[in-house]
């Protein structure tokens, strides 16, 4: 799916979704655990679209840089287990074993935020358009939408898609959840191995504390650089 297509949609927060759609299990399928080409370089957390979003996940999870992406408006983050990303088992596993995507884009100017767009969201996904912008072969028969809800100043989507793309060893259904920080839409996402499988519960539980990670290590940022530029414009 292109930028384009994306750009015709009502609301940023949905082209948001349809890009994430696209691009999270996109090229890098290629090698590696789930089907992703791994490297040994394996931060914890990772400063994105120009530092105004700091992507960090659970503990345990660490970040692909191999298949990252990032740019001034938009960037997209692989995050895994620690020890597969780095194949040093004695490094720290987390207690759920599944891959985590982030991407990020710029939000519209006049656009109303993610918390205030729930029926929008809704009404699209439910859709046959939606579905198509979710599936990764574009086709709405390969997505079906087990629920969708808001809770927390994001909106959350469990859907699963049965087209090729995602690798041999992922599960089709994964949940998405979608929320605004530092003027940057975000839509963070979990997939399960099928040779790991979690409940609905602890996918959900994963993608909650991702989000929540995102969030506060990205206010953590914020209030140090503003503490830094408070300090040098008072000569302290």
């Given at each position: 799916?292109?930028?384009w297509?994306?750009?015709?949609?009502?609301?940023?927060g949905?082209?948001?979704?349809?890009?994430?759609?696209c691009?999270a299990l996109?090229?890098?399928a290629?090698a590696?655990?789930?089907?992703?080409?791994f490297?040994?370089r394996a931060?914890e957390?990772l400063?994105?679209?120009?530092d105004a979003v700091?992507?960090?996940g659970?503990?345990?999870?660490c970040?692909?840089k191999?298949a990252t992406?990032?740019?001034?408006?938009?960037a997209?983050?692989?995050l895994?287990s620690c020890?597969?990303?780095?194949?040093n088992q004695s490094?720290?596993?987390?207690?759920v074993?599944a891959l985590?995507?982030?991407?990020?884009?710029?939000r519209?100017g006049?656009?109303?935020?993610?918390?205030?767009?729930?029926?929008?969201f809704e009404a699209?996904?439910g859709?046959?358009?939606g579905r198509a912008?979710l599936?990764r072969n574009?086709q709405a028969?390969?997505v079906?939408?087990?629920?969708?809800?808001?809770?927390?100043?994001?909106f959350?989507?469990h859907?699963s898609?049965s087209?090729?793309g995602?690798?041999?060893r992922l599960?089709?259904d994964y949940?998405r959840?979608?929320?605004?920080v530092n003027?940057?839409t975000?839509?963070?996402?979990v997939?399960?191995?099928?040779?790991h499988?979690?409940?609905?519960?602890a996918s959900l539980?994963?993608?909650?504390?991702?989000s929540?990670?995102?969030?506060?290590e990205?206010?953590?940022?914020?209030a140090?650089?503003?503490?830094?530029?408070?300090?040098?414009?008072t000569?302290?």
């Open positions: 799916m292109s930028i297509t994306c750009k015709k949609t009502a609301a940023l949905l082209c948001l979704a349809l890009l994430s759609g691009d996109g090229p890098e290629a590696g655990a789930g089907g992703f080409a490297t040994r931060p957390r400063a994105v679209s120009g700091i992507v960090a659970p503990a345990g999870y970040i692909d191999g992406r990032d740019g001034a408006e938009t997209f983050v692989l895994a020890a597969a990303i780095t194949r490094v720290p596993r987390p207690p074993q985590l995507t982030a991407f990020v884009t710029g519209d006049g656009g109303d935020q993610v918390q205030d767009q729930a029926r929008a699209f996904f859709s046959e358009a912008a599936a574009g028969d390969s079906r939408i087990i629920q969708m809800f808001q809770r927390d100043g994001a959350f989507v859907a898609d087209s090729d995602a690798g041999s599960k089709q949940w959840a979608i929320f605004d003027g940057r975000v839509s963070a996402s997939v399960a191995f099928k040779d499988p979690i409940s609905d519960d539980a994963t993608l909650q504390e991702f929540g990670t995102i969030r506060q990205t206010r953590k940022a914020v140090a650089t503003q503490r830094k530029n408070s300090e040098t414009a000569g302290g």
